[in-house]
């Protein structure tokens, strides 16, 4: 019964900034891995960044990072994904989804999902 709630999205103005959250529960958070990904028109589903929820460990796909940043709360169970300068390529379809142990970068090994969330970055 894993759930993963997220919230925030909009539309920014290039070089803005926006903050995502996703809040999970149910899950073995010991052995956890919550990741970020997006789909963008036209593009298959890409991955943004990643963090270990013990080791605290953080992954970013090449072209956020030094952007981006993913940090997770201990406390309120909650990753959040700060995204600064954002570019028009930012815009796509955002969804946090987590895995069960093994960190890797494709959707297929994640098996839980996000309702997703909108980010549209004008230029």
């Known amino acids: 019964q894993v759930q993963l709630v997220e919230s925030g999205g909009g539309e920014v103005q290039a070089g803005g900034s926006l903050r995502l959250s996703c809040a999970a529960s149910?899950?073995?958070?010991?052995?956890?891995?919550i990741a970020w990904f997006r789909q963008a028109p036209g593009k298959e589903r890409e991955f943004v960044a990643a963090v270990t929820w013990l080791g605290d460990d953080t992954y970013y796909e090449a072209s956020v990072k030094g952007r981006f940043s993913i940090s997770r709360d201990l406390d309120t169970k909650t990753v959040n994904l700060q995204m600064n300068s954002l570019k028009p390529e930012d815009t796509a379809e955002y969804y946090c989804a987590a895995d069960s142990g093994h960190l890797t970068y494709s959707p297929a090994g994640y098996p839980y999902w996000s309702q997703g969330t909108q980010v549209t970055v004008s230029s």
């Open positions: 149910g899950l073995t958070f010991s052995t956890s891995n």
